[in-house]
């Protein structure tokens, strides 16, 4: 078993590294790399969604004759999980980002769309100051208005936040008391008083029973009364 595992090599006497030939490899030879979607595509032939992500066995090579800025630019060769048919896709370091070159489409991407109504909007404004200065002029009079504006509605919210952060909890309930007090005063009395105004409101109302005074006749039948319920419960 040993012998299957020599790690050395046998090299004659005779033997010139120089007369082995150097393996040439063509200007544009393809990698094979493991890769993600950058975005979300369509296949063209079948309708496929492939979403952003999904990984790939692709081949890279690097595209002859375009450069960006002296950057590279490489395209990759995926093939549709489905129809198996194949999808090019191209490196754009313009914008950081990639192109969908061939059997596939890119699918709708709202933020894409604002970032490019941005970048019309500053263009058409650029295009229009280099002819004239009093657009130019006009322009950056409307930014400081619009700064100063900025500025102004961010002082007022961090007046509120100081205003709102200095508000005492003790005050504030003090406060409520007081009000309390001003609408009920009632409630400022002592005990003694409330019982005498309670008795003078009671006694004022139509539903005030008149409690008359015991005579010493009522005593005696009520005694009387008594002895008789507990003569008779005894027997």
Known sequence: MGERKVLNKY????????LIPKRTKPKNDQVKVRMMTPMS???????????????FNARKETVTGEEYLGIKIFRFYL?????SSEITLKTDPKNSDYVCEMGATRNFEPWREQDKQIEEAKEARKQEEEGDAMKAI?????????????????????????????VNVDMLLEMHKEERKKEHPENDL???EQ???AGVVFKNSSSFIKKLPSSAGDVRFFVLLL???CFTSNF
Do not use: H, V
């Open 41 to 55: 595509i369509r296949c063209l032939s079948c309708g496929e969604y492939i979403y952003k992500g999904k990984k």
């Open 190 to 192: 002592t005990e003694e």
């Open 195 to 197: 019982k005498e105004l």
């Open 227 to 229: 002895l008789l319920f």
């Open 11 to 18: 090299y004659p006497p005779d033997f010139d590294p120089s």
């Open 138 to 166: 006009e322009n950056r009079t409307m930014d400081s208005k619009r700064e100063m504006d900025i500025l102004d509605a961010l002082d007022e919210i961090r007046s509120l936040n100081a205003r709102q952060q200095s």
């Open 79 to 83: 093939k549709c999980p489905r129809c």
